[in-house]
């Protein structure tokens, strides 16, 4: 069992950043691949970002790359997500996932329904 709480949403304007934490608890973080999902009003969850188990591999959806950084504190048991130049279509509730690495041959998926364990989410508005 992966416990995930979610924290570092807000209300910023079009341009600015943000960084969203992820602490895990229960299964040992390392051998877990962690990701970031978002969900906007009226639209199906989508996929941000993931990185794989020993944090050497990331993967970015076109819409974020080059602005959002995700990265791993493993003293921590913590995911980061580094969120800048922000757009107002990057409103949405953020979701982190987790799921055993021994799933994915990259060490992650980019598909939500892979994933077990979930947040509670949190709320990131971006006004223009």
């Known amino acids: 069992q992966v416990l995930l709480v979610e924290s570092g949403g807000g209300l910023v304007q079009t341009g600015g950043s943000l960084r969203l934490s992820c602490a895990a608890s229960g299964r040992t973080f390392s051998s877990i691949a962690m990701a970031w999902f978002r969900q906007a009003p009226g639209q199906e969850r989508e996929f941000v970002t993931a990185i794989s188990r020993s944090g050497g591999l990331t993967h970015y959806a076109d819409s974020v790359k080059g602005r959002f950084t995700i990265s791993t504190d493993n003293a921590k048991n913590t995911v980061y997500l580094q969120m800048n130049s922000l757009k107002p279509e990057d409103t949405a509730v953020y979701y982190c996932?987790?799921?055993?690495?021994?799933?994915?041959?990259?060490?992650?998926?980019?598909?939500?329904?892979?994933?077990?364990?979930w947040g509670q989410g949190t709320q990131v508005t971006v006004s223009s």
């Open positions: 996932a987790a799921e055993g690495a021994y799933r994915f041959s990259l060490g992650y998926s980019t598909t939500y329904s892979d994933y077990t364990y």
